[in-house]
């Protein structure tokens, strides 16, 4: 996982289960500002555009004003429940999700782990008030 200046500041483990996918992230000491931070996962794996990390695209399985894990329109496949931010800037975060699969996320174009500036609230419309792309992970 990168940060916004191009700098790695922590790993992503992505392991596949019988009925959903299982996400480790763990972040450095000073990786990102303490307090919750909006988590998604991303169409493409590609982190290229440093401090921007628009060329991950949209979230997975995309659905148009479906965003949100507590949406009734949604959740997109994309949707992962926030990351918490220690004080010291690091972080250890599992997640478990039914809403993708490994194969998906490992389609021809990878797929991308997003951590945004803000937490999301898991019902506005596009991304939850999660703010700027802050950290990007590629998934090839």
């Known amino acids: 996982i990168v940060g916004d200046e191009g700098e790695e500041i922590g790993t992503a483990n992505i392991l596949e289960g019988p009925n959903g ?3 480790r992230i763990t972040l450095n000491e ?3 500002t303490p307090g919750w931070h909006g988590l998604h996962l991303h169409q493409k794996g590609d982190c290229s555009d440093t401090g921007e990390f628009k060329l991950s695209g949209g979230h997975v399985g995309k659905v148009d004003g479906g965003h949100g894990l507590l949406n ?3 959740p ?3 949707d992962i429940p926030n990351i918490w931010v220690a004080a010291d800037g690091s972080a250890g ?3 478990f999700t039914t809403l993708t699969t490994g194969a998906s996320l490992m389609d021809a174009d990878g797929s ?3 951590i945004h500036e803000n937490e999301d609230d898991h019902m506005t419309q596009p991304i ?4 700027a792309r802050v950290a990007c ?3 090839e």
Request: net charge negative.
């Open 21 to 23: 996918v299982l996400l």
């Open 30 to 32: 000073g990786a990102l």
């Open 72 to 74: 009734p329109e949604g």
């Open 76 to 78: 997109e496949g994309g």
């Open 93 to 95: 975060y599992e997640a």
């Open 112 to 114: 991308a782990i997003i």
């Open 128 to 131: 939850g008030g999660a703010g």
């Open 137 to 139: 992970g590629a998934i």
